[in-house]
């Protein structure tokens, strides 16, 4: 079945008004008509089975048959702060993250960040990967949108994001692996992580030192060296590989 994350606005009692491109994508992409079932989701933990009542050009109308918790979210909340990559790669971090589970993704502008200078976040560009966040979201059956904060400077990132346990990605870390950071916390409660992942020219070892003083761990993803989207994908399925949240429940 489809899955749309909706404004709770658009529910009303046991009917669900539906406009702008999620009508559209109805009727003119999927080609659904009245009687067909589709899920919405509001953000905010429900997911509604509804039936479709009507489905013009503009506006669609459904009537909810089901409401149930949403599911699909991993038990740990994963910040990937994720340096601003060039061209297409840090929408594909967006979107792949969001299928493995990412719950919120910081950008970062970092001393070798090149992408950020270039052309800047308009809000076009914000609107776009809020976009890719949702579709991937639809997509892969979470119940809940990944947020994207507004780009932060690394130092303000630093300063800002508290967690759990912080990991920092870095190649020339050469003895604690990712699976030896999070051994380490076994039997603890960890719901909060967040993981640094770097540009394309890495990060410096300047900013390397300001995280590890700020209580970061640098841990290794072996000893080849990935492209940051790699690595960022492989960082967020292995932390939650490793702490159990991607076993089903
Ligand atoms: N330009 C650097 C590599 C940067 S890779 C060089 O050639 O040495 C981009 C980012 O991916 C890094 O900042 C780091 O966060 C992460 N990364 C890539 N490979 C890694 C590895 N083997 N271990 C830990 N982090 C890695």
């Known amino acids: 079945m489809h899955r749309f994350f909706i404004p709770p606005a658009w529910i009303h009692g046991e009917t669900v008004l539906l406009s702008d491109d999620v009508a559209h994508q109805l009727r003119h992409v999927l080609r659904l008509r009245p009687g067909a079932r589709i899920v919405v989701l509001d953000d905010r933990g429900w997911e509604y089975e509804v039936e479709l009542l009507t489905v013009e050009h503009k506006a669609a109308r459904g009537m909810i048959c089901e409401r149930r ?45 090149v992408a950020a200078g270039d052309e800047g ?31 932060l400077t ?21 003895a604690i692996s990712l699976r030896q950071a999070l051994a380490e916390l076994r039997g603890a409660d960890v719901s909060q992580v967040t993981v640094f992942i770097g540009p394309e ?13 700020r209580g970061a761990q ?6 080849r060296i990935l492209r940051a989207e790699t690595a960022a994908t492989a960082a967020a399925l292995l932390v939650l590989y490793e702490l159990g949240a991607l076993d089903p429940h």
Not at 126 to 133: D, L, S
Not at 154 to 174: G, K, Y
Not at 201 to 213: C, D, I, L, M, Y
Not at 218 to 223: D, I, Q, R
């Open 121 to 151: 976040i308009s809000p076009a560009k914000r609107e776009r990967w809020a976009r890719i966040v949702r579709e991937a979201a639809e997509q892969s059956r979470r119940g809940a949108l990944p947020v994207i904060e507004a780009p």
């Open 201 to 213: 020219g890495g990060f410096t070892v300047q900013e390397v030192a300001q995280a590890q003083a």
């Open 69 to 113: 918790p949403a599911g699909g979210e991993p038990p740990v909340q994963l910040t990937l702060a994720q340096a601003l990559l060039k061209k297409d790669n840090f929408e594909w971090v967006l979107q792949k993250g969001t299928e493995i589970g990412v719950t919120r993704f910081v950008p970062l502008i970092t001393a070798r960040t």
């Open 218 to 223: 640098t841990v290794s993803l072996g000893t």
């Open 154 to 174: 690394f130092s303000a990132a630093l300063n800002s994001l508290s967690a759990d346990l912080t990991l920092i990605a870095w190649e020339e870390e050469r």
